[in-house]
């Protein structure tokens, strides 16, 4: 679909430093008096026209991530890892309209970009189920570790250059109790804070650490996570009824 856009509305009606005869064409409408200009708009109602199969399964979609973020869940539990897969369940879904607004758009070349960050997403969750305590503490703690750097970075810069700081030192400081209380948490559980956060944080590569403190390689991780997934389907942990409890 293509939008009408008026030619002679895009123009003021005196231009500075025109010559008057200037302005007189500027002002003459072509013989149609619009010009058609697509807009990305135009171009996503229509494409969700040719694509409604694939729209009609957001809603679905949208009621299962509402009925599984629903249940009780939380880092001070006994299966902290629920928490975790329910923060990690609600970015995937985003990213997943966030692809279908892009592909409808007209930049469908950009929604691999979200795919791979989905699949990213679900080989944390794969991960983590090698130590699912480990995984969710480390993860979180090292989020706060990251915010915290960044809070203080920019409140010393503010501070250097004597620019109001507002309520960043109230949110530092929230932050780094947030990051006590989780490490407070991680060991009262046994978890190795240090391990857990430079396996599972959010920056790591997600290879584990191989005794004598050697990083194994990328394929000897990819094999572990193959073992892992074939034990999985062997037990059937795959069939759709046993994967709602298994989280």
Request: aromatic fraction near 8%; hydrophobic fraction near 40%; charged fraction near 20%.
């Amino acid at each position: 679909m293509l939008c009408k856009k008026s030619v002679c509305a895009s123009f003021p009606h005196d231009i500075p430093g025109a010559t008057p005869s200037l302005q007189m064409k500027l002002r003459m409408p072509l013989p149609s008096d619009s010009i058609q200009v697509p807009t990305v708009q135009c171009m996503t109602k229509k494409n969700e026209g040719r694509c409604q199969a694939l729209y009609d399964l957001v809603e679905p979609y949208d009621a299962f991530v509402g009925k599984f973020v629903s249940r009780p869940h939380g880092l001070a539990t006994d299966r902290p890892q629920e928490y975790l897969a329910c923060v990690q369940l609600v970015r995937s879904f985003r990213l997943l309209i966030g692809g279908l607004w892009l592909s409808a758009s007209g930049y469908s070349y950009l929604s691999p970009n979200l795919g791979r960050t989905i699949w990213e997403i679900a080989i944390r969750l794969l991960y983590s189920q090698k130590d699912p305590t480990a995984a969710t503490l480390g993860f979180f703690i090292h989020a706060d570790i990251r915010q915290i750097e960044a809070m203080e970075a920019e409140l010393a810069y503010r501070n250097s250059n004597t620019i109001p700081v507002g309520h960043l030192p109230e949110n530092c400081r929230t932050a780094q109790e947030h990051r006590a209380w989780l490490e407070g948490v991680a060991q009262a559980r046994g978890v190795d804070i240090a391990s857990a956060v430079k396996i599972f944080g959010q920056g790591s590569s997600y290879r584990p650490v191989a005794a004598g403190g050697r990083i194994a390689s990328v394929a000897s991780c990819v094999e572990e996570l193959r073992r892992v997934a074939d034990a999985r389907v062997a037990e059937g942990i795959a069939s759709r009824g046993e994967l709602r409890g298994s989280c």
